[in-house]
């Protein structure tokens, strides 16, 4: 279809919770050394919540991108120490980032 794009984007690490002016910097660093963006937003009724998006390359080329940052947020956040999160909050945001990472195909179940 002309001047239609029909690429989706490929979101990946998923995070619920508010962040720091620093942390927020952090990662839009982060996503443009990969290619990415990162988007940080308080969605009414759900509170604070990012996560990060780049071109639908499929494999490797998303994973690939995925780890990398996760790499780099790892790196940083020996920095920040994570807050503790409970074993089940940590199950819920799991389901959640799987649900992200297949392109939210069975969202709303």
Known sequence: MKGVLAMRSFLFGYHRGALTASQIRQREAIARRHDAVFVYAD?????????FAGENLGEPFNSSTARGVEADLLETSREDAPPTRSPAMAAHIRAIENKVMRGCDGCGE
Do not use: A, L, N
């Not at 969605?43 to 996560?51: A, I, K, L, N, V």
């Open 43 to 51: 969605m009414p009724g759900e509170g604070f919540q990012s996560w």
